[in-house]
């Protein structure tokens, strides 16, 4: 049970000393555990789809320990009473689709006692077990849980290596030899070929398989190298399918006739355990070597029997340094709000993954970071949110996109496990780089490289197009949008999504044109700038709305254009969550994962025209307050983020604020079903901390639409400039009946703009916000609304 803390103050010592405390007492604090530690919970999102990663791992750790189950294993564990199979090092976090990682599981178990070695259950249908629900504890840098069998199975990590304890219950003849098995498989079972060896005296065992991404091109090759520790070697070998023997110590599986799938790998028993019946298994992962596996492991985890609390101590540690930038004073929002916006901090820096050293492909002094899975949900706020509360690791993975673009030819749309992840949309690296260099996030960053990355996306069509790079660039230079049904024999991709991909590829443009007149190319600013109004040649102005045979009385909407002007047709409320979902594989369809109704609403940086179409502010009001209230908007998929807050650019930024109420808590709680959707790597979690915290960042721009935060105030400290930025609502009410901001000040000042740029931040100012119960005047005024581009080239 936790206490009811009205002020979380992080527990870093800086940010003691800054609130006045003397050293002394800053010392002592330093050693509690930080309140917004406390409240993080893992589990959040391990049930209803959000796919999370629940286990140990440090910040962007490459080593992430967890149960597998064979369940909703996207993230490796669900708390949804299936069966564990395994225990592995290496997980995404909530993702969809396949499961991602999750290789070279180990398993522990209790064999029949009749020395037959066949007797112990290999295959994952064999030995697979439930888990006893309530024995799951997850806390940053543990995990553990409980077999029905009996055999407990703690875990932590440091960056490149897994730490298992595994606890066998005791046996009343205490002769039995446990035995645990490492299988030469992925959650998704897409080894190729892999192979291990066992060393007979020690019981070490290393190898390689490789293996497909799950969303994604090729193939990778992981590498590992397990030790056993606590009771001696009893005996070891290795097995395939059913069967297992102490002789031969290695075994290369391979994939063979109608690439039938077989289930093999190693195994150790060893002698009866002390009075713990504790094994301990320490487990190195590498991209490089099996030798770097074990080399990383033998330093990051040197005594093994010992190391278990030190690990998670730092992990722990680890986690709190990361949270320290924030301190929220709650006023009395509830325990449940406070531990999702904890735990969506958390979630935020589980991936990206830090894969520096760890990268076989090429040889380079930059980062190198993995598992941008996908940045077609993490530009919206998962990168924003890192720009704020670690801007140093967002260098490094801005370093990294730049550096993959030099090395690859390419920035990715999504990545992981060393390959091209497929592009759903436009290139919306382009979004993250824009944002970067919109927010001055580091002096260290290449621009003219990034440059050169942004200008490759929109000049250059590649022949693959369905992992980098756009499609259809030759329409789109000639045409001024993405062609229904494109003629494009100059490259192949996914030929779908011509409404989706022009809206897209329109913002990506303008955020070329940004940086490029940032950059001080004015030529290049207005021929992108010109290249951003695009999206306008796929308004059909006179385009209906029907839902069962019922108009809903909405005039104009993107459509579907062929090559030669002529209109196609699809349905506005298809793919949308009243008429079934559309991914690249699933009904592709010309908007991808969201209705036309969803993508007329994605024109960041020319909202005011997109206004101006649709027939002025009210016309838009109506617009949204219909797509929010008729089933047609679906909080489960990051699109729909922006439109939550877009009715500051109607100047009613208290219609915002009313909307955002609708969607918190009503769809984020602290359950384990607590999340609308996938967690896309944080994405989930950051826009509930943006939506907390009242602040949300338009990706690409330096502007954030306020809106008053649900606590009573919440201060974050710039890790670069250290300076502390403040939010504070007057007059806060916890039952949110006056949620409107009548007022604001800046410093001090009046601040009539219903939206503030990322100096906010950097400079450490205070925003006050005056609250009432009904909707004011303020940023209504037409100079006070978020900056739009009318779409005249400059
Ligand atoms: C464990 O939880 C799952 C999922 O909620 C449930 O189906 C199952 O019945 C539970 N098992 C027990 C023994 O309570
Ligand atoms: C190991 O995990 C079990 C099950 O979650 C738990 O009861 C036990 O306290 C844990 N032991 C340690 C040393 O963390
Ligand atoms: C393993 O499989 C990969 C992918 O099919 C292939 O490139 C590689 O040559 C194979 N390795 C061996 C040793 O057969
Ligand atoms: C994987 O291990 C086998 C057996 O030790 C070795 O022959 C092979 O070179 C390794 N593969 C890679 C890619 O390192
Ligand atoms: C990533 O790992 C490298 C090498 O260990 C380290 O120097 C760097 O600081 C890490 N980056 C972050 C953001 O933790
Ligand atoms: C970025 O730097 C420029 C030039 O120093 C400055 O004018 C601008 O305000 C800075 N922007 C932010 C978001 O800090
Ligand atoms: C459309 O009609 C079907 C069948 O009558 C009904 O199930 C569905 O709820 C209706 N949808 C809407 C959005 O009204
Ligand atoms: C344009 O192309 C579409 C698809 O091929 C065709 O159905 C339509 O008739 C064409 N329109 C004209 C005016 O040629």
Known sequence: MRTRADRILVTLSLAVILSGQSPANAAATAQQPSNGLSYINPLIGTTNGGNVFAGATLPYGLAKASADVDGQNTGGFGLDGSNVVGFSSVHDSGTGGNPSLGNFPLFPQLCPDDGDINSCRFRIGDRKLHYANDSVTARPGYFGLRLESGVAANMTVSQHAALYRFTFPQDSDGDKHPLILLDLTDLWQSRQNASIQVDERTGRMTGNGTFLPSFGAGSYVMHFCADFFGPDIHETGVWVNSRAGTDPKHVFLTRGFNLFYLEGGGFVRVKPPGEDGVVTVRMGISYISSEQACRSAEREIPNPLKDFDRLVGEAQSAWTEKLSPISVKSGGATEDLMTSFWSGVYRNMISPQNYTGENPLWKSDKPYFDSFYCIWDSFRVQHPLLTILDPHA?????????????????MPDCRMSLCKG?????????????????????????????????????ENEPQEWSYHGRGGLH?????????????????????????????EYAYDDYCLSELAGGLGWRDLQAKYQRRSMNWKNLWKADQTSLINGTDTGFRGFFQPRYQNGTWGFQDPIACSALAGFCS???????????SIWQYLFYVPHSVSSLISLLGGDDAMISRLDFFHTSGLADISNEPVFFTVFLYHYTGRPGLS?????QYV?????????????????????AFLVFSVMGLFPVAGQNVYLISPPFVEEISIRHPVTGKTATVRNIGFDASYEKIYVQSARVNGRPWTRSWIGHEFFTEGWTLELVLGAEESGWGRDVKDRPPSWSGDVM
């Not at 967002?394 to 390419?410: F, P, R, S």
């Not at 759903?424 to 002096?443: E, H, M, R």
């Not at 690249?584 to 969201?594: I, M």
């Not at 808590?665 to 979690?685: E, I």
């Open 584 to 594: 690249l594989t699933t009904n592709p369809s010309e908007t991808f994962e969201a």
């Open 657 to 661: 604020t009313k909307r955002i109420h």
């Open 394 to 410: 967002q260098t490094q993975m801005v370093e990294a996109l730049l550096d993959i673009y030099k090395h690859e030819g390419w």
């Open 422 to 458: 497929w592009t759903q949309g436009g290139s919306n690296a382009d979004v993250v780089i824009a944002d970067a260099f919109a927010k001055n996030l580091s002096t260290t960053i290449d621009w003219e490289l990034a440059l050169e990355a942004v200008m490759a996306d929109a």
């Open 665 to 685: 808590p009503a769809d984020f709680n602290s359950s384990p079903g607590g999340l609308p959707g996938n967690d896309d790597s944080g994405a989930m979690g």
């Open 475 to 503: 329409s789109w230079k000639k045409l001024d949008y993405i062609p229904y049904l494109d003629f494009d024999p100059y490259g192949f991709g996914t030929n779908s999504r011509s409404i989706s991909r022009t809206l």
